[in-house]
């Protein structure tokens, strides 16, 4: 359970100065019970601490490293795009070629607008929905996260038809009112919201593929019923995308999905590391956007010539034989052992796994949503994750989350971590 002296002291000194140590909450390890290691170097699928420690790690920056990290592609484009300045607040080639690759790749975005983080992207996304439908009402799904912008910090109350209590202190209770939270993979709730209300909702915004609740997948027919009653009730529906988009294929989960929702919002992987965010679809609802409508959204670094060539350069990497097809090879191979090993240890479990995402579960129960994440046995996960981090495995310190393999991950790599898993399946 413990890091090593120098993050030890690191995290010590942070704690003085930055709030819980961190600045990002999920970082300080607390849904462990632990503290988090400082990291000094990180290069392929491994990562070091600044006591010299390497683990294997699986999640990536949190999705965006998916070439693995420090890839010879990515730090060489920053290298030679940086000379030429790092930042101009004007338009540069790299947005154009950034908006032709996202909207050559994913049919359903006309237009797409850059910013700097997922937030911004599915903040600007309500906005515009509700400029556009000129209605204020928006529908979630509990156990989904779209950043922490105030209309989506609201998450409790998982029944159905229930406003929403804000998720954090200093949401106003008046924004969240407008925050209409529903449980995931339930029709009927839906219909039944709809019937009551549709034409006061501006949008639907959704996690396609759940990923920040464990890694939830939706029901057969599910995200076909939420196209079909956003249309019918003129709602939009927006695809939060900024996990799943460009990593489980070149068109995210619409694309597997074969799914056309009104916009999308992407972050994460198209940005190869940096900072970067955008949101996309129907020209016509894109339109609505300042310049050229009545909708305002901006930002000082937005479309940053590192940012996109960076994002560029890793697309590139991702769109040949060896990208996403690799992907999926590496995931079965995963599985597949990782499967056997749990059934070998007889331990109950799920284990959900879309090409380089999985998530596996210490329950035997079918996993609907959040509520099903819910059900597991913290305890185990926490002694999991440690006896696996010990032996120099991280994974994310939390329950809740995905684990994400790299096109730098091997299946020495693979093999490695299951007999890892093995040896701490056996202390849990
Ligand atoms: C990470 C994430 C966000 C927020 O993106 P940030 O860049 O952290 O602001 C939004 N939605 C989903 C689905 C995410 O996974």
């Known amino acids: 359970m413990h890091t090593g002296p120098i993050s030890q002291k690191l995290f010590a000194t942070a704690k003085t100065m930055i709030p819980g140590g961190v600045n990002s909450p999920v970082r300080a390890f607390r849904n462990v019970g632990g503290e988090p290691f400082f990291v000094r170097r990180a290069k392929g699928s491994r990562i070091t601490d600044v ?11 949190w999705g965006p490293n998916i070439l693995g990290h420090a890839p010879a592609v990515i730090t060489n484009t920053i290298h030679e795009v940086a000379k030429d300045g790092v930042s101009f607040g004007i338009p540069n080639p790299y947005e154009v070629e950034m908006a032709r690759t996202i909207t050559d790749w994913v049919p359903s975005v006309e237009k797409v607008r850059m910013c700097n983080s997922g937030t911004e992207a599915t903040m600007s996304a309500i906005r515009l929905a509700r400029g556009f439908t000129k209605r204020d009402l928006i529908v979630k799904f509990d156990g989904c996260y779209h950043g922490h912008s105030d209309s989506l910090l609201v998450a409790a109350g998982s029944g159905a038809l ?15 009112q407008n925050t209409i939270v529903l449980p995931y993979n ?61 990593r489980l294929g070149k068109a995210g989960v619409q694309g597997l999905e074969n799914l056309t929702p009104d916009l ?67 995931g079965l191979h995963f599985e597949t052992g990782l499967r056997a090993l749990m059934t070998e240890k007889g331990i109950p479990h799920r284990l959900n796994r879309v090409g380089s995402m999985f998530c596996l579960y210490f329950i035997d129960e079918e996993i609907r949503n959040v509520t099903d994440v ?7 996960f926490n002694k999991f994750f440690w006896a696996c981090l010990d032996k120099g495995i991280y994974l994310a310190p939390s329950p809740y989350e995905t684990g994400f393999i790299s096109l730098a991950h091997t299946e020495a790599d693979l093999d490695d971590t299951l007999s890892v898993f093995s040896d701490a399946l056996s202390t849990i």
């Not at 006591?51 to 920056?61: A, H, L, M, V, W």
């Not at 670094?301 to 590496?330: H, I, T």
């Open 374 to 380: 819910l059900k597991q046995d913290f305890e185990i």
């Open 162 to 176: 229930t406003h929403g209590e804000p998720d954090s202190a200093g949401v106003p209770k008046d924004f969240a």
């Open 264 to 330: 999308s919002c992407f972050g994460k992987v198209i940005g190869g590391g940096l900072p970067v965010g955008a949101f996309g679809g129907r020209a016509d609802v894109m339109d609505m956007l300042a310049p050229d409508g009545p909708v305002y959204q901006a930002g000082t670094l937005s479309g940053n010539p590192l940012a996109m060539a960076a994002g560029l350069a890793q697309l590139k990497e991702l769109n040949k034989p060896s990208g996403y097809a690799r992907l999926d090879q590496l």
């Open 51 to 61: 006591d010299g420690k390497t683990y294997i790690d699986y999640i990536g920056s």
């Open 186 to 246: 339930d029709a009927e709730a839906l219909t039944a919201l709809f019937e009551e209300k549709g034409e006061l909702i501006a949008a639907i915004i959704v996690e396609s593929y759940p990923a920040n609740a464990g890694f939830v997948l939706p029901q057969p027919g599910y995200l076909d019923h939420l196209t079909s009653i956003t249309r019918k009730f003129g709602a939009l529906l927006i695809f939060d995308e900024v996990m799943t988009g460009f």
